[in-house]
């Protein structure tokens, strides 16, 4: 499957744990969600012709 466009970005939970986050654009519909690994907050939600990776940042 080909993706369309990418954006990176970082994101901070209110937790303090700081996550790397890369969100696609495709063509095809995706469903999901993030939680937080520290405190279980929820970070993103989608359902649409996107997807998202999520890498927690270590050290910070």
Known sequence: MATWDKT???VTC???KKY???RYEQ???EKGRFTCN???K???RWNGA???TFT???GQ
């Open 20 to 22: 790397s986050v890369i």
């Open 14 to 16: 209110e937790c303090g």
């Open 38 to 40: 520290g405190c279980g």
């Open 8 to 10: 990176k970005y970082e």
């Open 27 to 29: 063509p095809m519909r």
């Open 50 to 52: 996107v997807d998202y």
């Open 56 to 58: 927690e940042i270590e």
């Open 42 to 44: 929820e970070l993103e």
